[in-house]
T-cell receptor, first 115, second 112 residues
């Protein structure tokens, strides 16, 4: 069964460094998303992406964040200058064109630790 | 008032019990209602989705939506130890394409 994959599984970085989190969505899906989950808190929406453009973003997704689909298979989240409060699990998700966005399939997540 | 509220539990039941999980919400714009299961340190796994009000059944799982009360439920029949996980409700508005708003999650343990 096709699934969303994410790399790395765990990333440790120092405050102020740039990180890139990578995702490979399910191959025939057209909508892509990033969410984060701070330990013990809710899963929070960051951004949705379709047709090489951001469709919607949350207040969390400020100028320090960017997303890109550099080729036909990868979807990345970049954090330019990490802060301690960026420490969280970051989940990538994708959904098929037919679903209207509610049928989202999540990857296993990348645990980001900022020291 | 929080957009989506979910009792975090924890909820502990014996194997074979019927489990009832619930969420309330305040945003009338929500049209799509989903239930996800999340095992420890894993990504959320989509269990069921429902559009608007009504019931939907899938095997041992039944989802109910009551939009008039802004209340959704997930029932698990004949619960199994493998059902032990955190259950997340999630919702999406009709005009918000793909932005899911999650509840806190309910931790469920089914003991043999």
């Amino acid at each position: 069964e096709p699934e969303v994959t994410q790399t790395p599984s765990h990333q440790v970085t120092q405050m102020g460094q740039e990180v890139i989190l990578r995702c490979v969505p399910i191959s025939n899906h057209l909508y892509f998303y990033w969410y984060r989950q701070i330990l013990g808190q809710k899963v929070e929406f960051l951004v949705s992406f379709y047709n090489n453009e951001i469709s919607e973003k949350s207040e969390i997704f400020d100028d320090q964040f960017s997303v890109e689909r550099p080729d036909g298979s990868n979807f990345t989240l970049k954090i330019r200058s990490t802060k301690l409060e960026d420490s969280a699990m970051y989940f990538c998700a994708s959904s098929p064109w037919t679903s209207g966005g509610y049928e989202q399939y999540f990857g296993p997540g990348t645990r980001l630790t900022v020291t | 008032q929080k957009e989506v509220e979910q009792d975090p539990g924890p909820l502990s039941v014996p194997e074979g019990a019927i489990v009832s999980l619930n969420c309330t919400y305040s945003n009338s714009a929500f049209q799509y209602f989903m239930w996800y299961r999340q095992y420890s340190r894993k990504g959320p796994e989509l269990l069921m989705y429902t559009y608007s009000s009504g019931n939907k059944e899938d095997g041992r799982f039944t989802a109910q939506v009551d939009k008039s009360s802004k209340y959704i439920s997930l029932f698990i029949r004949d619960s199994q130890p493998s059902d032990s996980a955190t259950y997340l409700c999630a919702m999406m508005g009709g005009t918000s394409y793909g932005k899911l708003t999650f509840g806190q999650g309910t931790i469920l343990t089914v003991h043999p």
